[in-house]
Each structure stands twice: as C-alpha cells, then as structure tokens.
C-alpha cells in the first residue's frame, strides 16, 4: 500500500516562498507521476503541477507557471515543490498524488490513485 506523506505547509506573508515535501513509500514508482493538487475552501480539488517520477516533462497550471516548481529526488522517494512570490489566492490545502505515468491526463484529480493527507498554506495580505 502506498503512503505519501506532505509536509512544509505554513503561515507566509504574501511574496514569500514555501516549499512543500512529498515522502513516498510502500511500492516502487519508478513507473508513475508524482503530482500536487490543491483546494481552497469552498472551491473544489485543482490541479497545480505534476513530473514523471523517472524525470521528463513537468506540468504547471497557468496560475502558478513561473512561480512554482515541481521536482523531485529519486533516492530519497520525495517529490518537492517550491512556491515562490505567493498571493494571497495560493492559500489553500495542497495534497501529493500518484498516477500511472502512460494513462489518462495529468490535470484529471481522477487519473490519481493515491493521495497524502494534506497540508495547509496560507498567504495573507
């Protein structure tokens, strides 16, 4: 059974930076993508980023394209993401998932298979 475990959330002033951790363990994902989501409140699940877990292309969302980065070290089963210049309008719960790496969308909170518990960033004013 996989478990992903996010960490790295917190309380940041708006143009400040975080960056998130995602440990994976139980099974090999050499074969997957290694992805972030995140939900505001009210506001349903949204696709932020996601890479191959062997390296290839990575996926940005156009609200955070140039702002986020998504990578990701091998040895130690963790996917990263730092978040830069941070708006007010990133504050949400950012979850890590899993899906095959060869089927259905990246941008599908569908396509995910697993999922962390989540954690929660806050940008204010």
């Known amino acids: 059974q996989a478990q992903l475990v996010e960490s790295g959330g917190g309380l940041v002033l708006a143009g400040g930076s975080l960056r998130l951790s995602c440990a994976a363990s139980?099974?090999?994902?050499?074969?997957?993508?290694m992805g972030w989501f995140r939900q505001a409140p009210g506001k349903e699940r949204e696709f932020v980023a996601t890479?191959?877990?062997?390296?290839?292309?990575?996926y940005y969302a156009d609200s955070v394209k140039g702002r986020f980065t998504i990578s990701g070290e091998n040895a130690k089963s963790t996917v990263y993401l730092q978040m830069n210049s941070l708006k007010p309008e990133d504050t949400a719960v950012y979850y890590c998932a899993v899906k095959p790496a060869y089927s259905g969308s990246v941008y599908d909170v569908r396509e995910y298979d697993y999922w962390g518990q989540g954690t929660q960033v806050t940008v204010s004013s």
């Open positions: 890479m191959g877990w062997s390296g290839g292309r990575t």
């Open positions: 139980g099974r090999a994902f050499s074969s997957y993508a």
